[in-house]
């Protein structure tokens, strides 16, 4: 049957027949995107201190840790509170401190012209040791 432009209908039976998918697209797209978000955080079990937001009340019994200096100078030299020691002997005495003072803290300062090298040294033997509480000393630009 001719409509009035000279084209024939559709019958309203092959408009049925067809599918529109477009939904199902978007649905398709909207899963991927939340799997793809949720997937890394399932992963990754990183444990975080936040700090809180109040200050903590000062506890006066409570005696603040003696933190120790090592300064490695330019030749490799290490340095444990003004002290010269090789790393064997570096790595004995933090040993018999660490044993008397659990919560031991340290400092790690390089002179300027101090290869990588004899700074990992000192790092690897403050992790052999298990000493947890460690810093890096840096000069301030703006003093020079």
Same mark, same amino acid.
């Given at each position: 049957?001719?409509?009035?432009?000279?084209?024939?209908?559709?019958?309203?039976?092959?408009?049925?027949?067809?599918? $529109?998918?477009? =939904?199902?697209?978007?649905?398709?797209?909207?899963?991927?995107?939340?799997?793809?978000?949720?997937?890394?955080?399932?992963?990754?079990?990183?444990?975080? $201190?936040?700090?809180?937001?109040?200050?903590? =009340?000062?506890?006066?019994?409570?005696?603040?840790?003696?933190?120790?200096?090592?300064?490695?100078?330019?030749?490799?030299?290490?340095?444990?509170?003004?002290?010269?020691?090789?790393?064997?002997?570096?790595?004995?005495?933090?040993?018999?401190?660490?044993?008397?003072?659990?919560?031991?803290?340290?400092?790690?300062?390089?002179?300027?012209?101090?290869?990588?090298?004899?700074?990992? $040294?000192?790092?690897?033997?403050?992790?052999?040791?298990?000493?947890?509480?460690?810093?890096?000393?840096?000069?301030?630009?703006?003093?020079?």
């Amino acid at each position: 049957m001719k409509g009035i432009f000279g084209k024939t209908r559709r019958s309203h039976h092959s408009s049925l027949a067809e599918l $529109n998918i477009t =939904p199902l697209l978007d649905l398709v797209f909207v899963l991927l995107v939340i799997f793809i978000i949720t997937t890394p955080q399932l992963t990754n079990s990183l444990e975080v $201190n936040l700090p809180s937001g109040k200050a903590s =009340p000062p506890r006066p019994e409570a005696t603040k840790p003696k933190i120790h200096r090592i300064k490695v100078d330019d030749k490799g030299q290490p340095f444990l509170d003004g002290a010269a020691l090789d790393l064997v002997g570096l790595k004995r005495t933090l040993a018999s401190q660490k044993a008397a003072e659990p919560a031991l803290a340290a400092v790690v300062e390089g002179a300027d012209d101090t290869d990588y090298q004899s700074m990992v $040294n000192v790092l690897d033997i403050l992790q052999q040791l298990d000493i947890n509480k460690v810093g890096l000393a840096t000069d301030n630009a703006d003093s020079k």
